[in-house]
């Protein structure tokens, strides 16, 4: 790679980095021919990983850091004194192909800032997906950041090329996102989101490719004072609506000379892990935002204990819950019973009464859960304990957790 393009890769590359939304979960399996490039069944600079769970590395650029817009809040604002560089087409191509030849990555996380227009945007990053499959074999995955006030045509063309499409909400709310990016319509991202979600359903109904790992959405935290209840209550509503494979959150990170709007400092990290641990419990374990961030402290979640946790100590009269006999969507209610934990103890529970040993072979959060199950040979005498919360919140977090 010559002096010049190595320059643009450092600038775009390092642009890139505050986009959160670079999973490739839900991406179907696919291996190139023998004459073809890329895959996404391999093992693989930014992570992401297949619908198995392994882990590959994108490749994560914007096609330009120029912008039309000046979002108060983003590093490459019209206004922003920042070093600025741009791809063409044929670039980012070259790039990744030479990338993945090196085996650096299997696939390309690709976004841009707004030049010229939004049609000529989204135009050049759908001709960057379009040039991979169709020119060169590329079967890699490719997710492309879409342009709210694009054509509808130019969308529908960069799913059929792209794996995943993504339009970001950036602010939980309309009123803060007016505030902070008045150039930028929530109806606008709304509608581009209803568009591209019909396409996806007509294609899966039709059993033709569009965008076969759905769309997904970023929203910034902590940018301005919308409380966690609201950011939940927003995620809840999108994936209802627009069936969003993903909300992913990322907590604002102060910019070299930022506007007066914005706050000086960013919001704690772990705020940004409770939204992704509540937004599980919403699409996974049944949770309802109101149970998961109601009644909390000014609609904020607990920075010391996970969600569920949380809920579960503030609602101690609906617990312990026996594991020998309740159904599963309360089983998944217990503190330290994540989904396979639950499964694995429906199944095991068909052919006897469960001990306390047997949730222990089932489970590595046994500890956490005590206090809420009842097993054959276990009933909690701690749960009214006023201490239980610090005892339970002293404890390392895992995984399994959920």
Known sequence: MDERLSAKLRILADAAKYDASCASSGAPRRVAGKTGLGSTTGSGICHA??????????????????????????????SSNTPRARFTVDEVVAITLGFYKRNYIEGLFLSSGII???????EQLMLVARKLRRDSGFMGYIHLKTIPEASPWLIEQAGLWADRLSINLELPTDAALSRLAPEKSATNIKSAMGQTHERIVEAKAERRRFSPAGQSTQVIVGADETTDESVLATSALLYDRYGLSRVYYSAFSPIPEPSALLPLK???LQRENRLYQADWLLRHYGFTVDEIAGGGEGGMLDLKADP???????????????????PRELLL?????????????????RHGRLRLADIARLTASLKRALPFLVALDHRPKTLDRVDLRDRLIGQPEQLALF
């Open 333 to 349: 209610r217990i503190p330290g019973l994540g989904k396979r934990a639950v499964d694995r103890i429906l199944a095991a529970r």
């Open 266 to 268: 960013a919001p704690p």
């Open 49 to 78: 990983y297949t619908p198995d769970g392994r882990c590959v590395s994108l490749l994560k650029i914007l096609l330009t850091n120029y912008c039309l817009y000046d979002c108060a809040y983003c590093v490459n604002r019209r």
């Open 308 to 326: 569920k946790l949380a809920w579960a100590l503030k609602n101690r009269d609906r617990f312990p819950i026996d594991v020998n006999t309740a």
């Open 116 to 122: 010229r227009s939004p049609d000529h945007t989204m």
